[in-house]
């Protein structure tokens, strides 16, 4: 376990490369991973900074949603998480930690890139947490295409329908339910400001939610509700080798970072959970940068 509290050289504090190409099927399994990503499992405390309160998050089974979720839960809010069906292994072990934190866990699986999925999904996490005050739409699709030709209708399509339509169906359907004091947090990328040639729809989307978040909050601030975004750097999870990147760059990922080494998906947990609670009483319509020293423009 990593100590997070501890002053020390935050360069050397986790894994850097090389490391092992891994390749999986899309959407990936945390489990199979090497070495293993820190999502707080061991390495969070949390101060009851979200005592009560009501959280769904996409995607929440691996990754960053992984590390909002048991970070929530051990600031005391109830947590319920979507994800894919093939990834129900990865949720139970993430519901497992929401229970031991002594709030209540709900899985609710399903693909996002349907409308009627997106709709039941906010209502049945409305019903299972018996109302919602945090919405984070963390859920997304990256695969990685060598040329513009390579990125058939059916990529394009489907990443759309995943980072981007699925953003507003949920949105959506959740602002009726979302009392003064709620928040919602989207995760966009620093793909959003400086694109890679390899991911032309995921960056695309990923510009999209950025604008998005920042007009939703114009838009919401005037029932109370605060909106913000997260731009991620290179941070270590199941999306880059399952196809999020080729895996020659699986090998160096981060390496061209500031700190020569991938974000852990804890180390972001902390500006979730800012955003999601009333310590974040005065921040709306930002997008807050992660990227290990790249800067957002
Ligand atoms: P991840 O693979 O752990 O999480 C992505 C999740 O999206 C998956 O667990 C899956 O449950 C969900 N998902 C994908 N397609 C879905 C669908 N059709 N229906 C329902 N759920 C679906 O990877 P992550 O890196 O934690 O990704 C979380 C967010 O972070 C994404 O928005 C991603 O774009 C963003 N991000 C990641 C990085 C990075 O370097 N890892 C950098 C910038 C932004
Ligand atoms: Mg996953």
């Not at 061991?42 to 909002?68: H, M, Q, V, W």
């Not at 919401?220 to 750097?233: C, D, F, Q, T």
């Not at 310590?279 to 020293?293: A, H, L, R």
Request: net charge negative; glycine share 10%; with cysteine.
């Amino acid at each position: 376990m990593t100590d997070r509290f501890t002053r020390q050289d935050p360069r050397h504090q986790y894994p850097a490369p090389p490391f092992p190409q891994q390749p999986q099927e899309p959407p990936g399994l945390v489990q199979k991973m090497t070495p293993a990503p820190d999502h707080g499992e061991e390495s969070y405390s949390g101060f009851g900074r979200l005592l009560g309160r009501k959280a769904l998050i996409t995607g929440g089974d691996s990754g960053i949603g992984r590390a909002a979720a048991i970070a929530f839960a051990r600031e005391g809010a109830d947590v319920a998480i979507n994800y894919l069906p093939s990834e129900e292994s990865d949720a139970e072990e993430v519901l497992n930690y929401v229970t031991k934190a002594g709030t209540q866990g709900f899985g609710l699986p399903g693909d996002i890139s349907e409308e009627e999925v997106c709709r039941k999904l906010i209502a049945d996490a409305v019903e299972k947490l018996g109302g919602l005050d945090i919405l984070v739409i963390n859920a997304a699709r990256q695969q990685a295409r060598e040329t513009v030709a390579d990125v058939s209708s059916d990529d394009f399509d489907r990443t759309m329908k995943t980072n981007l339509y699925a953003l507003h169906w949920l949105a959506q359907a959740a602002v009726p339910h979302l009392p003064p004091g709620a928040s919602i947090i989207t995760t966009t990328s620093i793909q959003a400001y400086e694109p890679s040639a390899h991911l032309l729809d995921y960056a695309t989307t990923k510009a999209g939610i950025a604008a998005y978040t920042k007009a939703l909050a114009t838009q919401l601030i005037e029932k109370g509700i605060r909106v913000n975004g997260v731009a991620p750097g290179p941070f270590w999870t199941v999306l880059q080798p399952s196809g999020g990147q080729f895996q020659e760059k699986v090998e160096t990922f981060g390496q061209d970072s500031a700190f020569g080494r991938p974000g852990q998906p804890v180390e972001l947990a902390p500006i979730y959970v800012l955003l999601a609670s009333q310590e974040g009483s005065y921040i709306t319509g930002e997008i807050f940068g992660v990227t290990g020293g790249k800067g957002i423009a």
